[in-house]
């Protein structure tokens, strides 16, 4: 798999049709897009898109397969632009920090927004956990993040950016599978996939909701992040209560069901220190709401 591979497909896919992807974004010949197209399915393995009077459609397949290859997109343009800074004069940094998987939904926004304003600025990227995030911040390695709203962090100012409900997650050939929503006391009797101290805030959310149903659980496991949980579900066969994005990263084995009733959610907030007067960040904050708007509308 190439990378002309992932930009032709993203170009077929936003425009819908193999012949104006191949006019118009492209200037190659559709013949030998088709080509390339075919080529990238045997690569992935799977159908990625099918052909009807209207055009093209996404598989579910595919729509999978399209976040993550805008995503490399983005980040080959970042390494990219990453070598070319390298190789000329220092020139003014912007640090910037996302908990890990977010990242998916928000940096290529970010980029832009950055590109757009500022072109001549370095932006370098890291992903982490939440308080690692939060701790950087207070030390200055990092300007801005996308985490949670970590407690006892005085120094730092927060701005929510979304408001995620929680959902289930558990196998797919799981009996509670089945249902539209899962009433969170029929979690009673499953073995339970919890939260470490590395989501303090997720954890907390989790647990004062399963306090409020009236469930007393007592987590069969503990795990520092997504993929170590959705690795645990389908191998146990355990439960968890996760973020909404975790259906970004789900594998066939493992599905996702909203809770019924009264649903808990956790806030995304964009944080920075309070005594960080860089224009960067301040044109950056000024650029927020657009940002989400983006992210939102692409959402939708």
Do not use: C
Request: proline share 5%; net charge neutral.
């Amino acid at each position: 798999m190439e990378l002309r591979h992932l930009r032709y497909f993203v170009a077929v896919a936003e425009e819908g049709s193999l012949t104006v992807a191949a006019e118009r974004r492209l200037h190659t010949a559709q013949p030998s897009l088709s080509r390339q197209i075919r080529d990238l399915e045997y690569e992935v393995g799977v159908q990625l898109m099918t052909r009807n009077v209207r055009g093209i459609e996404l598989t579910a397949a595919g729509r999978a397969f399209l976040d993550h290859a805008r995503l490399a997109l983005a980040q080959v343009d970042a390494a990219r632009d990453a070598a070319r800074r390298a190789a000329r004069p220092a020139k003014t940094t912007f640090a910037l920090g996302f908990l890990t998987g977010q990242e998916m939904d928000w940096l290529p926004e970010a980029m832009r927004i950055l590109r757009d304003e500022l072109p001549n600025i370095e932006v370098t990227v890291s992903s982490q956990y939440s308080p690692a995030l939060a701790e950087a911040l207070v030390r200055g390695s990092l300007d801005l993040a996308f985490l949670r709203a970590e407690a006892q962090m005085p120094e730092l100012r927060y701005r929510t950016v979304t408001t995620e409900p929680l959902v289930v997650v558990l196998p797919s050939d799981h009996r509670l599978a089945s249902n539209e929503t899962v009433d969170p006391k029929e979690l009673a009797d499953e073995a339970f996939i919890g939260m470490s101290n590395t989501a303090p805030t997720l954890r907390v959310v989790i647990s004062d909701y399963l306090k409020r149903s009236g469930l007393n659980v007592n987590p069969a496991h503990e795990v520092d992040n997504l993929s170590m949980a959705i690795s645990l579900i389908a191998s146990t066969r355990g439960v968890a209560l996760m973020p909404l994005y975790v259906q970004n990263f789900l594998p066939w084995s493992v599905t996702s069901r909203p809770i019924k009733g009264d649903t808990p959610t956790i806030d995304l907030v964009v944080g920075y220190h309070r005594a960080n007067a860089s224009p960067l960040l301040k044109l950056f904050l000024s650029r927020l709401d657009e940002l989400i708007a983006r992210v939102r509308g692409k959402g939708q």
